[in-house]
């Protein structure tokens, strides 16, 4: 974008600022801002701030243009400014395009008031979705208009809006679903019924199943993350569909990208594909395939392959219907189960902090809590017996 550098301006008591600058697609737009509480530094300050948003890429708009138009510029600001990943853009798109511009997109941004976003998710509450047809569910309808609000806090730090009006608006309750999760026979059954068949992916069900990895991060795998010396691997990398297609991408946040041990089974169902894969390369003449999830012919597995083969295996083993990303519940509420503390299993799973994992996996505890009793008592009893022994020593 260009821009020339504005004037600082003063009318009456009000110290501001003004300039003008073509955006991306060639339209001139003027910028003026003034303030009673500003003195001379204060306009300067803030019209350096603002040719800094633009000379970053931002598109400061206006105030009387349609919410459409609006965040058509920001969700192509937010694909080249902003540091999201590829999957949260195309969801805001789709949030954008199917849902929110439909109803209130003719609206001027300086027109919304609370009354229009109230109507939005009451509307929002008795529409169906695009793909499922089926009537949106609470939480569908907050990560819309979250996506709404996330633009409109856009529009108050770019001075285009004085206050975001999705600011204060009830939304439907959400309520975290009740986890279906197998128990650890259902999982030994499920691990016994892939290994007695030699199934392919049975090395990454295990470590979606005792060991939580996602699906993304099962289809991301690759073998220079799998150290077979200290028995660990490492999650740097998720393959994950955006729309239809497949991108490679970091986690979300930092504790995703993690190191963790595995068990010495995982690790030896692991070596037996990385075995299988050596065959297949030698036998078509190429190098070991860097990923661990491959397909049996050598091409990188697609993420929805490895859940359509996971329910077809749970069918044959005559297991309850699930998930693949229920195997990560599985695996985090056996941890909890087994008295793990809450802090090495929030680790594990990559979660940002344990209050994410005890909130979503709190029904565990009580069993865990159990067996931490018990092994602290019968530790304690078992030091008062050797103290009762050594008093009788002693008084011998």
């Known amino acids: 974008?260009?821009?020339?550098?504005?004037?600082?301006?003063?009318?009456?008591?009000?110290w501001g600022y003004a300039f003008s600058y073509t955006n991306e697609s060639g339209k001139r737009r003027w910028v003026r801002k003034s303030d009673k509480r500003w003195n001379r530094k204060d306009a300067q300050q803030a019209m350096t701030e603002a040719l800094a948003r633009v000379d970053a890429g931002h598109d400061l708009g206006s105030a009387n243009q349609t919410l459409a138009s609006y965040l058509n510029t920001w969700i192509k600001q937010a694909g080249s400014v902003?540091?999201?990943?590829p999957g949260t853009i195309h969801q805001h798109h789709v949030n954008i395009d199917s849902y929110i511009v439909p109803r209130i997109g003719n609206l001027k941004i300086s027109a919304l008031k609370p009354i229009h976003l109230r109507e939005l998710v009451r509307d929002l509450q008795t529409s169906v979705g695009t793909k499922s047809k089926k009537i949106l569910s609470p939480k569908t309808v907050?990560?819309?208009?979250?996506?709404?609000?996330c633009a409109l806090n856009d529009a108050v730090r770019s001075e285009i809006l004085v206050r975001n009006p999705c600011t204060g608006i009830s939304l439907p309750k959400w309520e975290r679903p009740e986890l279906r999760t197998w128990?650890?026979?259902?999982?030994a059954k499920f691990i016994?019924?892939?290994?007695s068949i030699d199934e392919w992916f049975a090395g990454l069900?295990?470590?979606a199943l005792i060991h939580g990895l996602r699906r993304g991060e099962l289809a991301g795998l690759r073998w220079s993350?799998?150290?077979?010396?200290?028995?660990?691997?490492?999650?740097?990398?998720?393959?994950v569909l955006v729309g239809s297609d497949q991108v490679t991408q970091s986690p979300k946040t930092s504790s995703g990208r993690r190191t963790i041990a595995i068990d010495s089974g995982t690790l030896d169902a692991?070596?037996?594909?990385?075995?299988?894969?050596?065959?297949?390369?030698?036998?078509l003449g190429v190098p070991l395939f860097d990923l661990v999830g491959t397909r049996a012919d050598g091409r990188p597995v697609h993420p929805d392959r490895l859940l359509d083969r996971y329910r077809s295996l749970s069918a044959e083993a005559g297991l309850p219907k699930t998930r693949l990303h229920d195997a990560r519940h599985a695996a985090a509420t056996m941890m909890l189960s087994m008295g793990s503390p809450l802090h090495v299993v929030s680790a594990h799973l990559g979660h940002s902090k344990p209050s994410i994992t005890l909130d979503i996996y709190a029904h565990a505890l009580p069993k865990a809590d159990r067996l931490t009793a018990d092994a602290l008592g019968s530790a304690i009893d078992a030091l008062i017996s050797r103290t009762e022994v050594s008093a009788r020593a002693q008084n011998s």
Do not use: C, P, W
């Not at 907050?142 to 609000?149: A, Q, V």
């Not at 010396?229 to 990398?237: G, L, P, Q």
């Not at 692991?270 to 036998?283: H, I």
């Open 1 to 14: 974008m260009t821009n020339n550098r504005g004037t600082i301006t003063k009318r009456n008591d009000s």
């Open 82 to 85: 902003k540091d999201l990943k």
């Open 142 to 149: 907050r990560n819309i208009f979250s996506t709404l609000s």
């Open 183 to 187: 128990d650890g026979e259902d999982v």
């Open 192 to 195: 016994h019924y892939t290994e």
């Open 205 to 207: 069900y295990r470590l």
């Open 225 to 239: 993350d799998v150290n077979f010396e200290t028995a660990t691997i490492t999650i740097e990398k998720n393959r």
């Open 270 to 283: 692991l070596n037996r594909l990385q075995n299988r894969q050596l065959a297949l390369a030698m036998e």
